[in-house]
């Protein structure tokens, strides 16, 4: 399989193989046995999660094969997140790259538990855009920082203390 030069479109042999809008691609033949590697690089949609959005979408590069009784994806998800500091309320703004190690189990598909380790699978068919959006949403920070050394917003009159004092008295702990 090689990427063609157009959106979304691969080349199996002599078969273009298009990517679905829906996101989900046929591994079927992956799954019966065949030794090739289904590779793909497709562009996803990620819904906003715990005080992150996904403004861009992320770009996703895997390269897909079947294993004995897995099914072996490997690759990379880049995509951009922003969010608003927990402490200061500042924009924040992160690169995210994440290396993609997965092996799922096709036969644990088959009994279409949501949530088992294998519910991406369908079938013969992988969701990868719910793939993508598992992975990014289980790496991305729950705590949202400008920085580490973030002081955050006074308590008193809410002037953001990383630009420097405010004139409120020190408050007795």
């Not at 063609?4 to 990517?19: H, T």
């Not at 790259?97 to 079938?123: R, T, W």
Request: hydrophobic fraction near 40%; include cysteine.
């Amino acid at each position: 399989l090689q990427w063609c030069g157009f959106r979304g479109a691969f080349i199996w042999g002599a078969l273009v193989y298009v990517m679905a809008s829906s996101n989900t691609i046929d591994i079927g033949g992956l799954l019966a046995g065949g030794r090739q590697t289904l590779r793909l690089e497709q562009a996803v949609g990620v819904e906003p999660f715990e005080g992150w959005t996904f403004p861009g979408r992320a770009q996703v590069v895997l390269a897909i094969h079947g294993m004995e009784r897995l099914l072996e994806v490997v690759g990379t998800i880049e995509v951009e997140a922003h969010g608003s500091c927990d402490r200061c309320l500042e924009g924040v703004r992160q690169h995210m790259h994440i290396d993609v190690q997965e092996e799922l189990e096709p036969k644990a598909a088959l009994k279409d538990d949501p949530f088992s380790e294998s519910n991406v699978l369908s079938g013969g068919r992988l969701d990868v855009a719910d793939l993508t959006r598992q992975l990014v949403l289980s790496a991305a920070p729950l705590l949202v920082l400008c920085s580490p050394e973030c002081q955050g917003l006074c308590i008193n009159c809410g002037h953001n203390k990383n630009q420097g004092a405010c004139s409120c008295p020190e408050l007795e702990t």
